[in-house]
DNA sequence: CGTGTGCCCTGACAGC
DNA sequence: TGCTGTCAGGGCACAC
């Protein structure tokens, strides 16, 4: 499942595809994924050149001339298929420059596609109210202090919030945590400064070591190039219910409102 | 405002 | 073989 990483390589994939390249032909197989495709999305990208890249939380963004910016969400399930050799059942939108084809590719149709203007992207509804990139100099100790303070809700949940800090999702939150000895049900506001300090170096080093590593892959989640990621053998407690921490203890899950925790009860306090 | 719950969607998988 | 049930979870709506 796409989470940050798996979105960052997902653009680096994408760039030299795609960058100064012009659409010739945008094709949609349906008018929605998870909301509406914005009014008129073929005809306002046809005939647009890609001026750049990037991504803000889990979101792929691609610029254009025409002063609109792309912005994808992958998802659940989501991922871009270059030149498949032939198109399928979940290739819902398909984007043709002269050298190549790109398919969204969407099985659970969790994900979004909008047109943006590029000035006012920070304004967007959706990027509003984001939280600091986790790999950016805004995400700190100070910052995690201040959104934690007076907080009862547990450490995990905030760091799963958007706001807080814009990229996290289940798996590198649990995977941090764990990294950084803290247990996902403590109360954020009571967790000490210099315990700040190491969630936030955990956090770094999950994200850094996925993206060196291609991004993490869960069931379906494919490279752009089509090559399955590999960082899932890394993982120390997320998806390994039962076996050996690697630090004496046994993984446990369990479960809130329907979604799992994996966490070391002897190591993460 | 802070906190918690449930829904969307489909495919993989387990069990019978 | 084919059926049923369970699970995956990001973002958002909604209840209290």
């Known amino acids: 499942m796409p989470e940050l990483p798996e979105v960052e390589t997902t653009v680096?994939?994408?760039?030299?595809?795609?960058?100064?390249?012009?659409?010739?032909?945008?094709?949609?197989?349906?008018?929605?994924?998870?909301?509406?495709f914005p009014q008129d999305l073929g005809q306002r990208l046809t005939?647009?050149?890609?001026?750049?890249?990037?991504?803000?939380?889990?979101?792929?963004?691609?610029?254009?001339?025409?002063?609109d910016t792309l912005v994808f969400h992958l998802g659940m399930?989501?991922?871009?298929?270059?030149?498949?050799a032939e198109l399928g059942k979940h290739d819902h939108v398909v984007i043709e420059t002269a050298g190549h084809r790109l398919a969204l590719n969407d099985a659970r149709r969790f994900g979004s596609l909008d047109l943006v203007p590029t000035a006012g992207l920070e304004?967007?509804?959706?990027?509003?109210?984001?939280?600091?990139?986790?790999?950016?100099?805004?995400?700190?100790?100070?910052?995690?202090?201040k959104a934690f303070k007076d907080r009862i809700a547990p450490v995990k949940a905030l760091l799963l919030d958007q706001r807080v800090v814009a990229g996290l999702g289940n798996i590198y939150v649990c995977e941090a945590l764990y990294l950084a000895g803290i247990a996902p049900h403590r109360e954020a506001g009571t967790i000490s400064k210099p315990r700040l300090v190491k969630l936030v170096e955990a956090?770094?080093?999950?994200?850094?070591?996925?993206?060196a590593a291609g991004g993490s892959t869960l069931k379906d989640y494919a490279r752009p190039d089509g090559e399955l990621g590999y960082f899932a053998k890394q993982w120390r407690v997320y998806g390994r219910e039962g076996e050996p921490c690697g630090s004496g203890g046994v993984v446990e899950r369990r479960v809130d409102s329907g979604r799992s925790t994996f966490w070391c009860p002897q190591c993460q306090k």
């Open 12 to 36: 680096r994939g994408l760039e030299p595809v795609l960058q100064d390249q012009r659409i010739e032909r945008v094709t949609l197989n349906r008018s929605d994924l998870r909301r509406p």
């Open 47 to 67: 005939g647009a050149t890609v001026t750049g890249l990037g991504r803000r939380a889990k979101y792929g963004l691609i610029d254009t001339d025409r002063g």
């Open 77 to 84: 399930s989501g991922r871009w298929r270059i030149d498949p």
């Open 123 to 145: 304004q967007w509804p959706a990027f509003a109210a984001l939280g600091p990139e986790p790999l950016g100099p805004e995400f700190s100790a100070e910052h995690l202090a």
């Open 203 to 211: 956090v770094r080093d999950v994200l850094t070591a996925a993206i």
